[in-house]
């Protein structure tokens, strides 16, 4: 089943000083099947932390439609549109987006709290997601006490709280040492094969190597896919960094 399409997506931006506009996406399609695990590629500039804003309602498209579960999200009232991603979505950073003045716990309760959720209900869905991620021992420590793999593992869990139809991961390994790195593609792997979508924009070629499809952006549209098929990580990581060479030298599509 479909959860999330993206059809004939344009963004096109004014420049403050002379009115030049500059295009990010000219005409983005794809589709993500409920309980996928996609990646997005592509170099800088190519318009792909642009399409993770509008997937996320943080921006809206020049024109094209995002719709997720049919709803199309580029036209849900601004009056709406927090409590639509609250519900709704769950996000990642590469910089965790943790309050240092919060506990890694009320920071995974948080979402919940703004959603008016009883403590009681917060307390029983808090409890198996800390023990899933190996958390439950460090929930009353602060963010400048733990380390950046205990920072992104509470941000999982703050992402997973409210059981979202999609989680959006941007960077996510990007402030990770390599073991913390190894641990959190190992988490996503782990939580996508018992049914969580994920869509993750990453530069590195190992995080998008654990995914089951990558998309790659170029000059705004989607330049090709991968998927995975068969392949093992090592196999689907020689893959995109053969189609990565492709994009930098200005190759054509490759099959």
Do not use: C, W
Not at 27 to 49: A, C, H, L, P, R
Not at 103 to 131: F, T
């Amino acid at each position: 089943m479909t959860i999330l399409e993206v059809r004939n997506l344009k963004k096109i931006y004014t420049t403050r000083f002379g009115g030049n506009k500059v295009q990010a996406l000219s005409d983005v399609n794809f589709t993500v099947e409920e309980g996928e695990y996609v990646s997005i590629m592509g170099e800088s500039g190519s318009g792909k932390t642009t399409l993770l804003n509008i997937l996320a309602a943080l921006d809206k498209p020049t024109s094209g439609e995002v719709l997720l579960r049919d709803v199309d999200i580029t036209t849900i009232r601004d009056s709406q549109i927090s409590a639509f991603r609250r519900d709704n979505l769950g996000f990642v950073f590469q910089d965790f987006n943790l309050l240092d003045t919060f506990s890694l716990q009320d920071n995974i309760l948080l979402p919940l709290v703004l959603a008016g959720v009883h403590y009681a209900e917060m307390s029983s869905r808090l409890k198996p997601i800390a023990e899933r991620l190996g958390i439950s021992a460090i929930l009353k420590k602060y963010p400048y006490e733990v380390s950046g793999g205990e920072k992104q593992r509470a941000a999982v869990a703050r992402a997973l709280i409210t059981s979202p139809q999609l989680i959006l991961a941007d960077e996510p390994t990007g402030s990770l040492d390599s073991r913390a790195t190894d641990a959190l593609l190992r988490l996503f792997a782990e939580i996508n094969r018992e049914g969580q979508t994920i869509l993750m924009v990453t530069h590195s070629v190992k995080a998008a190597s654990h995914a089951n499809r990558v998309l790659f952006i170029k000059d705004g549209e989607v330049f090709h896919q991968l998927y995975r098929g068969m392949m093992s990580d090592e196999e689907l990581y020689q893959k995109i960094t053969d189609t990565l060479t492709i994009i930098a030298t200005g190759g054509e599509r490759n099959a």
